[in-house]
């Protein structure tokens, strides 16, 4: 079993920055694959970005690319989302996520996770 929980969210204003952490513990860090998800009032969760074992590869969803940065550190089990020009349609509740693979292939959905954070809410005000 992978525990994995999720650092505080917060509210912010549209355009400003906020930085989530998700913490794991239970098994070896660095033999998961570990992702962000989110989910907005009334609609499905969905993929935000994901990061490969050891950090090498990133891969994120359309919509927060180039504002978004993920990263990890193997060291302290955490991994890392750093959330820059945050608009109000980022508001959801965030997910980290850990599927068991040391490959560097992206894991884009759901299905492919084998751990679960509770979650963690962000509202951007606009």
């Known amino acids: 079993q992978v525990q994995l929980?999720?650092?505080?969210?917060?509210?912010?204003?549209?355009?400003?920055?906020?930085?989530?952490?998700?913490?794991?513990?239970g098994r070896t860090f660095s033999n998961y694959f570990m992702g962000?998800?989110?989910?907005?009032?009334?609609?499905?969760?969905?993929?935000?970005?994901?990061?490969?074992?050891?950090?090498?590869?990133?891969?994120?969803a359309d919509s927060v690319k180039g504002r978004f940065t993920i990263s990890r550190d193997n060291a302290k089990n955490t991994v890392y989302l750093q959330m820059n020009s945050l608009k109000p349609e980022d508001t959801a509740v965030y997910y980290c996520a850990a599927r068991y693979y040391t490959g560097s292939?992206?894991?884009?959905?759901?299905?492919?996770y084998d751990y679960w954070g509770q979650g963690t809410r962000v509202t951007v005000s606009s």
Not at 6 to 14: D, K, W, Y
Request: charged share 20%; net charge positive.
């Open 5 to 25: 929980v999720e650092s505080e969210g917060g509210l912010v204003q549209a355009g400003g920055s906020l930085r989530l952490s998700c913490a794991a513990s």
């Open 36 to 60: 962000w998800f989110r989910q907005a009032p009334g609609k499905e969760r969905e993929f935000v970005t994901g990061i490969s074992w050891n950090g090498g590869s990133t891969y994120y």
């Open 105 to 112: 292939n992206s894991r884009r959905t759901i299905n492919e």
